[in-house]
């Protein structure tokens, strides 16, 4: 059974810092790229950083950008992990773990159930 359970969300003040963790099961974890994105109130889903499957590369949407730093282990085969610093308003949302892999043309993607975080003094 697959899962993607992310943790570590909360509350946070602005110019704080948060980690949120997304672990993986019931598939091979190294062989998919990972996301995260999130859904601030009222807004559409909003995609806001990717690693490849092997971590060899990472990209992060410009609200972000320097503030955020996603990183996997797939040693661990479980764990993913985001450090969010400098935390704003706008920041705050659900944030959603995805998993994405296409084989032979043919997207697959894993989705979890979200963690939320609030940004407020």
């Known amino acids: 059974q697959v899962q993607l359970v992310e943790s570590g969300g909360g509350l946070a003040q602005p110019g704080g810092s948060l980690r949120l963790s997304c672990a993986a099961s019931g598939f091979t974890f190294s062989s998919y790229a990972m996301s995260w994105a999130r859904q601030a109130p009222g807004k559409g889903l909003e995609w806001v950083s990717g690693?490849?499957?092997?971590?060899?590369?990472?990209?992060y949407a410009d609200s972000v950008k320097g503030r955020f730093t996603i990183s996997r282990d797939n040693a661990k085969n479980t764990l993913f992990i985001w450090q969010m610093n400098n935390l704003k308003s706008d920041d705050a949302g659900v944030y959603y773990c995805n998993a994405h892999r296409t084989t032979w043309g043919i997207p697959n993607d894993y989705w979890g159930q979200g963690t939320q975080v609030v940004v407020s003094s």
């Open positions: 690693i490849y499957s092997d971590g060899s590369d990472t990209y």
